[in-house]
């Protein structure tokens, strides 16, 4: 599986952004799909997820701005951000895996989100 994401560029606070992750390959593996960042100096976080059937989590710090979801005809997941931070700053990862709950195993090249106050 190959994952390629598009979309991060530089917003002011307060803006939106959408982060769109295409998959191709041996999709029909997919059973997740996620969201994860990494600002400097600090460790990877989950940002988001979604199943196959469609549910979802979310980071306690992006919980009613940011919406992930996705599009299986596409193989594509998107992460629609919304009133960023500059908190929010970070190079921004989607990852898939073959089984909810376990480690992620396949990520995609990442793709950095600026947000400037």
């Known amino acids: 599986v190959q994952l390629q994401a598009f979309g991060g560029g530089l917003v002011q606070a307060g803006g939106s952004l959408r982060l769109s992750c295409a998959a191709s390959?041996?999709?029909?593996?997919?059973?997740?799909m996620g969201w994860f960042r990494q600002a400097p100096g600090k460790q990877r976080e989950l940002v988001a997820a979604?199943?196959?059937?469609?549910?979802?989590v979310y980071a306690d710090s992006v919980k009613g701005r940011f919406t992930i979801s996705r599009d299986n005809a596409k193989n594509t997941v998107y992460l629609q951000m919304s009133s960023l931070k500059p908190e929010d700053t970070a190079v921004y990862y989607c990852?898939?895996?073959?089984?909810?709950?376990?480690?992620?195993?396949?990520w995609g090249q990442g793709t950095l989100v600026t947000v400037s106050s």
């Open positions: 990852a898939a895996g073959v089984a909810p709950g376990r480690a992620y195993d396949y």
């Open positions: 979604i199943t196959s059937g469609g549910s979802t």
């Open positions: 390959g041996r999709t029909f593996s997919i059973a997740v």
